[in-house]
C-alpha cells in the first residue's frame, strides 16, 4: 500500500435550506459551529436531506490519491449505524480500504450538516460524535507498517486516547506525514505540534498561517530559515502566492493556478496534499509534485464540496 490515512471520519450531511432557516436557528452564514448530538438532531429533523457522502480532511486527501490511481488505505472511528454503514460505503467506492471494523458504540458516528442557501453559500453544523473518541487500540498496526507513508491530520490530535493513538501510529511507520489542518488547532496545540514536526515527522503540511503561528514567526523569511534548519520536509501552500517546499537547504516553488472560477474554497488543502504525495510516492521531483499538488488543488476550488466526482 502507498498510502494510509487516519483522520476524522465524518459524514457530510447536504440540506437546502433558504434564508429563513439560517435566520431562524441563530446560525451565521458561511460558518462552522461546533453542536453536540441534541442540537444536531433537533436541526436535522425538519431538514429534507439531499445527499450523504464520507467527508473529513485526511479522508479527501486519500480519495484524491485514489483518484490518481494509488493504492491506499483510511483509518477512523465510526460506529455501526446508518451513516457509519454510509460513509464505509463511500470509501469502498473510491477504492480506498478501510482498516477499521466498526463496532456499536455508544455515540453515533460523526456528522456534519451542510447546508446549502440560494446563493450557494455553505454553513456548517458539526457533531464530531465517535471519530473524536479514537484510540490506540482502534490503529491497524499492520496496515501502518505496511504503507510506504502515514498520512495524518491535526484536527484529529487531542490529549489522552487520541494523542496514544497518534504515538502508536507513528512509532509504527516508516515514514510520516501531516497536516497542521487548521490555525485553531495549530494555537492550541502549539508545543505538541512544534515538537511533531521537529522530531517525529518526515513531512509537514501547512498553510502560510498556520507555520507562522507555529513557530512564531516574525515573517515568512523566519518560516524558511526554521524549515531548513530542522532539516526535514516542510510543504507550505500560500494562497494566491503559491506554494513551496523546503527540503533540508532547498526552496522550491510553485505559482498559483490563474484564471479559475472559484465556487468553493473547501478541500483545497486536502487536495494539494493528495497531488504532492501522489507525485512524491510516485518518483517525481519536488517540482512536479508542488504543481500536481497545484493541479489538484485549482480543480476542486472549481466545484461544490471537498472531493472530485
Not at 81 to 90: C, F, H, R, S, V
Not at 132 to 146: F, L, P, R, Y
Not at 257 to 284: Q, R, V
Not at 298 to 307: E, F
Request: with cysteine; aromatic share 6%; hydrophobic share 40%.
Amino acid at each position: 500500500m502507498k498510502i494510509l490515512g487516519i483522520g476524522n471520519a465524518i459524514v457530510d450531511v447536504i440540506c437546502k435550506v433558504d434564508d429563513s432557516f439560517i435566520k431562524k436557528n441563530n446560525l451565521t452564514k458561511s460558518t462552522m459551529k461546533l453542536v453536540d448530538e441534541v442540537e444536531f438532531k433537533k436541526l436535522l429533523s425538519s431538514l429534507k436531506i439531499e445527499e450523504t457522502v464520507s467527508g473529513g480532511s485526511v479522508a479527501n486527501s486519500i480519495v484524491g490519491l485514489s483518484q490518481l490511481g494509488n493504492k491506499v488505505g483510511f483509518i477512523g472511528k465510526i460506529n455501526d449505524d446508518q451513516l457509519g454503514n454510509k460513509y464505509e460505503a463511500g470509501l469502498k467506492k473510491e477504492n480506498v480500504a478501510f482498516f477499521y471494523a466498526k463496532k456499536k458504540e455508544i455515540i453515533p458516528t460523526g456528522t456534519c450538516l451542510i447546508l446549502i442557501t440560494p446563493d450557494s453559500e455553505r454553513t456548517m453544523i458539526t457533531f464530531l460524535g465517535t471519530a473524536g473518541k479514537i484510540s490506540e487500540q482502534d490503529i491497524d498496526i499492520n496496515a501502518v507498517k505496511k504503507s510506504e507513508i502515514l498520512f495524518l491530520e491535526g484536527y484529529l490530535w487531542d490529549e489522552g486516547e487520541p494523542k496514544k493513538a497518534f504515538e502508536k501510529a507513528i512509532n509504527n511507520s516508516n515514514k510520516v506525514s501531516m497536516s497542521l489542518s487548521d490555525l485553531f488547532c495549530v494555537e492550541r496545540h502549539k508545543p505538541n505540534f512544534l515538537e511533531l514536526v521537529k522530531n517525529k515527522l518526515d513531512i509537514t503540511f501547512a498553510n502560510e498561517q498556520e507555520i507562522i503561528s507555529l513557530i512564531d514567526a516574525k515573517n515568512f523569511e523566519d518560516v524558511i530559515n526554521f524549515a531548513k534548519g530542522i532539516n526535514k520536509l516542510i510543504v507550505i501552500t500560500r494562497g494566491e502566492k503559491g506554494a513551496l517546499a523546503v527540503d533540508k537547504n532547498q526552496v522550491v516553488e510553485c505559482k498559483a493556478k490563474e484564471n479559475l472560477k472559484i465556487k468553493d474554497l473547501t478541500g483545497a488543502g486536502d487536495l494539494f496534499a493528495s497531488g504532492f504525495l501522489h507525485g512524491l510516492i510516485n518518483n517525481k521531483s519536488i517540482k512536479e509534485s508542488l504543481d500536481i499538488g497545484a493541479e489538484m488543488s485549482s480543480k476542486v476550488i472549481q466545484i461544490i464540496g471537498a472531493r472530485l466526482n
